[in-house]
């Protein structure tokens, strides 16, 4: 599975296994998640402003009445990641029928399946993560298997490298055998050719969603179930 960040210029950036890494843009940004099943494909896309839609913490009440949830959200961590702003995320459903037809998803209503999520960025220095929540039963679980069990919470981790290339580029030889060997993941829209180590943990608790996102950082695997572990105890 995986997640694909759109920017308006046309740029596209795709980020496997559930994991989003929120990019600087101009403009509206669009990010799109699917899976693939018999014949469809079904495809979850989010769009959000470029700029934060909460430069504090919004109340429980601000965040049920906005978004339909109300994640947990700490001010600050205890390895010193601290909230810097967040944004208010706008999601819709779709079908990609044999490959080409779109079909909006809809209830038994006749309704339009839509729905919010939120996204938190939060700073240590110049290393950043980012916390993204979503109704539990919009999101797109990891195929990755649990990696540890805090008082009945499956807690998750997963870790790539991300290769980021141009929108026009063209795949040589040598970064297919790599794609398919699962040296890299390819994700389009940057300026010039760069390479990220992305890694996450996520995990359910309450109906919400959580996954936190970092890359090129200095923390690693515990560092990150650790952060988890925080917000599972959050009251």
Known sequence: MKRILKEKKSKRISLKKGLIIAASVSALAIGTAAIATQGTTRVISGSSLSFPTYKEIPTAE?????????????????????????????????????????VTVVDENGNEQKFKSISIRYTNGDNKITLDADPAEYAFNSDTTETENYNGVSIRY?????????????????DIKDEEEGKY????????????KVQGVSWTQDGIYYHINAMDSPMGEQDLIAMAKELIDFK
């Open 158 to 174: 997963n870790a790539f490298t991300n290769k980021f290339v141009p929108g026009d580029y063209v795949q040589t030889e040598q």
């Open 62 to 102: 601000k965040l049920q009445k906005d978004i339909g949830i109300t994640p947990k959200i700490v001010s600050e961590f205890s390895n010193g990641y601290k909230f810097e702003n967040a944004t208010k995320v706008n999601n819709s459903i779709d079908d990609i029928v044999d490959g080409n037809t779109r």
């Open 185 to 196: 993941v390819f994700s389009y829209g940057t300026e010039d050719i760069e390479i990220h």
